[in-house]
């Protein structure tokens, strides 16, 4: 019998402990010891900053911004979901740019700009998804998302209002929350008064 082996592909378990839990890095000639989501330290590291374990270089080069956009993407019902960097602070997907710098600031994405250490414009995800898509960002403006998924880069989700609007609509939809919970309880306290009444009947 053969004793070759298939090399074993990004997404599956090379080996397992007694938990059933992989032991070693998922990518292939990566013989680390995993950290987290099945990926060891440097990997893990490359998952957080890229969206994906392994350096951007290794991604197909984009040859515009549309087509940047088109290749970070899934679609998970009328959403299109980011599959690139996200900030870990706020969840909105971010963009590592080191072309366009032009375009981008006719666009009027924002962002962060190169400086002499760093090559790249990093500019928000939906941001950038408005401006290709839609049209350039008046100044002054913010990008609103309508489904309040901030990873959602779906154009029919994003509007450019004014930061007083976004403002106002957050505090509608905060104050909309409160009454569903609200509701929510006072249902809860019908029901439980109902089973109450109902067991007196049995009696």
Not at 1 to 8: D, E, H, I, V
Not at 43 to 68: C, D, I, M, T, V
Not at 128 to 135: D, E, R
Request: glycine share 6%; aromatic share 8%.
């Amino acid at each position: 019998m053969s004793n070759c082996k298939r090399k074993p592909i990004y997404g599956e378990r090379k080996t397992k402990d007694i938990t059933g839990v992989g032991t070693e890095c998922e990518l292939p000639d990566c013989e680390r010891d995993v950290l987290a989501r099945g990926l060891c330290s440097k990997h893990y590291q490359q998952w957080k900053r890229n969206g994906f374990p392994f350096p951007s270089s290794y991604l197909p080069q984009a040859s515009s911004l549309e087509e940047f956009l088109n290749m970070r993407y899934t679609k998970k019902g009328d959403c299109w979901l980011w599959t690139g960097s996200q900030d870990i602070y706020d969840g909105y997907g971010k963009c590592h740019l080191r072309q366009w710098g032009d375009r981008l600031e006719k666009l009027g994405v924002g962002g962060t700009k190169p400086r002499p250490t760093k090559k790249n414009y990093t500019v928000r995800a939906h941001r950038l998804a408005y401006a290709v898509w839609v049209k350039p960002i008046p100044k002054g403006s913010v990008i609103h998302h309508t489904c309040s998924n901030r990873s959602c880069i779906n154009p029919d989700h994003l509007q450019a209002i004014t930061p007083n609007e976004n403002t106002a609509e957050m505090v509608e939809r905060r104050t909309y929350q409160k009454e569903i919970r609200e509701l929510k309880k006072e249902i809860k306290e019908l029901r439980n008064t109902i089973e109450s009444l109902r067991a007196l009947e049995r009696k």
